[in-house]
């Protein structure tokens, strides 16, 4: 299991926005300047934090807190 | 695993040319409805190198084409194969590299345009490469990135104008032994998104004669998040196919040169493969995205600055418009340039 405060504050701290913004259907659809600039920077930050590395396949497509989680919860050994 | 032998096709001497005409982001943005630094947060570009109403794309590759031949020693008799990389030739038809080839003054061998917009470069290079793997008679190839960007840019349009410049970058391929050369090459298509970058005028089905399209089929139609997301998706993984290839991992790599399209795009890539950006050199930053040009123009520069040593393994990598994706990996040996433009 991945730890969701600490993914919502690494989300919350690259974009730029309070982490209570940070909920299950939040998305660059939802969060004004989820651009892809601060996309490219989050997927890298997704990836220190957690020791991951996220396909390359997946990184553009992961554009809300539900999809970013079921990619996470794949990548993360427990 | 350890890098395989490369092929003994070089690159012996690299040269490239600027447009003459320098804009600057505050003199672009005084018709567009965005700003200065909006353009350097979202691209890094800073300013853009244009060409004069006289230039044409020839005398800009023949420009570099000569830096190139005179860097690698190679005169216009010992050139068997042109390949000129550009979707923006003086002429629908004849090819450009047939202009080069009477203007540098070579005698018979083999030329022709290869278009595959800003990957081209990196295609062109295998093409020639492959060819003269395959036929010891032809001795050297040149090969021409060149693009006239701005001959297809509304100005005022600032998903396509912010970006891009007029230039041409060349290189002279050659042979040396000892294992150097191109290792090995890999590409990839995803034409899922094939209408989100293009100039549809003067195509059959946009023909010039008779102009019946739309003015919007004249310039560049840019949808700049699906470029994008096609980049990051398939860049990275076309560079670990082509190094697999070769036998090699992303370790083994001193050196990067990757299309220069946006500088917060090669920070990202570069990154993403564990890498960082001492290990590659950009200049979108000063002269902005040269289409074709671009790898070999930022391929010169590298050298040029002494970047890019003997003996170091060197990757190649672009993404164009379709959108296609392509890697080389080489064995670099000394090449020289003979001077920018």
């Not at chain 1, 209570?20 to 920077?41: F, Q, R, V």
């Not at chain 2, 290189?171 to 989100?196: I, K, M, Q, W």
């Not at chain 2, 560079?239 to 990757?258: G, I």
């Not at chain 2, 289409?291 to 170091?312: D, H």
């Amino acid at each position: 299991m991945i730890d969701e405060a600490l993914l919502k504050q690494v989300i919350a701290s690259v974009l730029g926005v309070p982490v209570e913004t940070i909920g299950p259907d939040a998305s660059s659809d939802t969060i004004p300047g989820w651009d892809s600039l601060k996309h490219m920077n989050l997927v890298l930050a997704l990836e220190q934090t957690f020791g991951v590395e996220i396909p390359d396949e997946d990184a553009a497509e992961i554009t809300s807190y539900a999809l970013i989680k079921v990619v996470l919860q794949d990548l993360v050994v427990d | 695993m350890s890098l395989r032998q490369g092929s003994g096709v070089c690159i012996l001497g690299v040269g490239h040319h600027l447009a003459g005409v320098v804009e600057e982001n505050e003199e672009l943005c005084r018709n567009l409805d965005v700003t200065p630094e909006w353009i350097l947060e979202k691209t890094g570009i800073k300013r853009r190198y244009l060409a004069a109403p006289e230039d044409t794309a020839s005398a800009f590759a023949v420009k570099a084409a000569q830096r190139a031949m005179a860097g690698a020693g190679v005169a216009a008799d010992e050139i068997d194969m042109i390949v000129a990389c550009t979707f923006s030739a003086d002429y629908t038809f004849p090819p450009l590299s047939a202009k080069v080839h009477k203007e540098i003054g070579a005698r018979g061998g083999q030329i022709f345009d290869l278009q595959a917009n800003c990957a081209g470069f990196v295609s062109g290079l295998t093409a020639a490469s492959d060819r003269m793997t395959v036929d010891p008679s032809v001795r050297n190839a040149l090969v021409i990135g060149v693009e006239l960007n701005s001959r297809y840019i509304d100005r005022t349009n600032a998903d396509s104008v912010i970006y891009h410049s007029d230039g041409a970058g060349a290189v002279v391929l050659g042979r040396r032994d000892g294992g150097a050369g191109v290792v090995a090459s890999a590409f990839h298509t995803d034409s899922s998104n094939y209408e989100a970058v293009r100039v549809r005028g003067g195509g059959s089905s946009f023909p010039v004669m008779g102009r019946s399209g739309p003015a919007e089929t004249d310039v560049m139609e840019l949808n700049g998040l699906a470029t994008w997301k096609q980049a990051i998706t398939h860049l990275p993984a076309v560079v670990k196919a082509a190094l697999r290839k070769a036998d090699a991992e992303l370790a083994d790599v001193d050196f990067f040169v990757f299309h220069q399209a946006n500088y917060n795009l090669i920070d990202y890539i570069v990154r993403k493969m564990g890498a960082d950006l001492s290990r590659t050199y950009t200049n979108v930053q000063e002269i902005g995205n040269t289409g074709a040009a671009s790898v070999a123009i930022a391929l010169s520069e590298a050298v040029e600055r002494g970047l890019i040593k003997p003996g170091q393994t060197v990757v190649l990598a672009a993404v164009g418009a379709g959108f296609n994706f392509g890697a080389s990996v080489w064995r670099w040996v000394p090449t020289n340039v003979a001077g920018e433009g």
